[in-house]
């Protein structure tokens, strides 16, 4: 076999053949295919799509580039969520305890931020000892001791896909739907989750901006999880705006905490509980009420001896940025558009996110918002209050805020998205 010819098929529109998917897939983890020709492949993919065969065996190649995990030896059927990436999107915080709490266990592996989108891992790490990177031995110690566990996916786990998603990352080819797809799944299925809900962002602060595409995502990822014997179902939730009131990494723990004390923002509060809901029916867990978990404490009992499990200290005060600026609202009205790329990526500019995979990101940093759609703000009242260690980011930050939000006439009519706009099993 060799990679030109792989290259030709499907630059040429053509379908490739599993003998090519697996060589190249393999090839690729062993060195043996080079960077700028897996490129040259990823392109032609992007540009002339893969069906739904092709995807589902360069998905089986991806898994079968390294190991697969098992949890048959736990007492509790296990159920997993995987989001595809948004701003605010603190969500994994509460709910992996939550669903813990109601009697599944949730096996978490989750990953790093990069871009305008904040990353589970990073949220985490502001939490003081908290340990992202665990053996398997480890993981599997604390998800059977608490019912849930939030790590970093081993190296052994898909390896042609932590290669292949760095390649993409610097080629222009991350966004294709097949690739997105087969990427995602291909971490999952291997982590042997037992089932799987989706949560598919669309909006401006999605990778998705449309609801056609996102729906085409979520159901090829869907058809590939079913097949593979892992209950898969999808929601398709909103983020035109940030989820809840904060984006940024201990701002976002902060949040999260208050959720699990039985607070936190209303949108937060109903994502975490539907996405519970969806777990528990996925992994066959009958007469849970997840809003109880979190109104009794038992999701909180389950958060702080996770947090533990793995070095971190609950009760630590959380890092505060030690640079704030407010902006105020200009004119007096009804807040109808507060644009989640726009905010996401103002926290990354004042040090939230990375622009390098190496890139070290700051706990404090990130925006606070004061109003959300369909609120009522007054000219001059705080609407968003943006925090850094590094004053001289602010003016680069507030560059990206000139056309963030849409303040109508007071009393105006506003009629806010739902967060859930879809499901797809
Ligand atoms: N997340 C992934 O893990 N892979 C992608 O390709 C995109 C988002």
């Known amino acids: ?97 939550l669903v813990a709490a109601c009697g599944a266990a949730v096996p978490q592996l989750s990953g790093r931020g990069l871009g305008h989108t904040g990353g ?41 896909d932590k290669k292949l998603y760095a390649l993409r990352d610097v080629t222009g ?17 291997a ?26 995502l979520a159901s090829t990822m869907v058809a590939l999880g079913t097949d593979s014997g ?14 809840g009131l904060t984006a940024g990494n201990a701002l976002e723990v902060r949040e999260s905490v208050e959720v699990l004390a039985g607070g936190g923002p209303a949108d937060v509060v109903e994502l975490t509980i539907a996405l519970a809901r969806e777990m528990l029916d996925a992994a066959g867990v009958k007469d849970a009420d997840p809003a109880k978990a979190l109104a009794d404490g038992s999701a909180m009992d389950v958060w702080r001896r996770m947090i533990a499990a793995q070095g971190g200290d ?16 200009p004119s007096t009205g009804v807040l109808t558009r507060l644009d989640a790329y726009d905010i996401g990526i103002a926290a990354w500019r004042l040090g939230a996110g990375r622009a390098r995979k190496e890139d070290p990101v700051q706990a404090g940093a990130g925006v606070e918002l004061h109003a959300k759609p369909g609120d009522t703000v007054t000219a001059g009242q705080p609407l968003l209050t943006l925090h850094t260690d590094t004053p001289e980011k602010f003016d680069y930050a507030l560059k990206s805020l000139t056309d963030a939000w849409d303040i109508a006439e007071p009393g105006a009519k506003f009629t806010p998205n739902p967060i859930v706009l879809d499901r797809i099993a």
């Open 230 to 243: 892992v209950k898969t179902v999808a929601l398709l939730t909103d983020m035109s705006t940030p989820l």
């Open 173 to 189: 080819t991350v966004e294709a739907i097949p690739l997105i797809a087969s990427s995602i799944m291909s971490k999952k299925i």
């Open 1 to 97: 076999m060799d990679v030109i010819s792989v290259i030709r098929t499907k630059r040429d529109k053509g379908e490739l053949s599993p003998e090519q998917i697996d060589w190249v897939i393999d090839a690729y983890t062993r060195g043996e295919v080079a960077d700028e020709q897996m490129s040259a492949l990823a392109m032609a993919i992007l540009l002339n799509g893969m069906d739904r065969e092709e995807i589902a065996r360069w998905t089986a190649a991806m898994i079968a580039s390294g190991e697969r995990m098992n949890f048959d030896s736990l007492s509790r059927p296990t159920a997993d969520k995987h989001s595809t990436g948004g701003v605010g999107d603190k969500i994994t915080l509460p709910l992996a305890p």
């Open 120 to 160: 589970t891992l990073d949220k985490l790490e502001s939490i003081p000892g908290w340990r992202a990177l665990l053996s398997n031995e480890e993981m599997l110690h604390v998800l059977d001791t608490t019912g849930a566990v939030i790590c970093a996916a081993g190296d052994g786990l898909a390896p042609a």
């Open 191 to 216: 982590e042997g989750t037992g089932s799987l809900v989706l949560d598919v962002k669309v909006g401006t602060g999605a990778f998705m901006k449309n609801i056609d595409d996102a729906r085409e």
């Open 314 to 329: 609950p009760d630590a005060t959380l890092p505060v940025a030690r640079e704030q600026h407010v902006v105020t609202a």
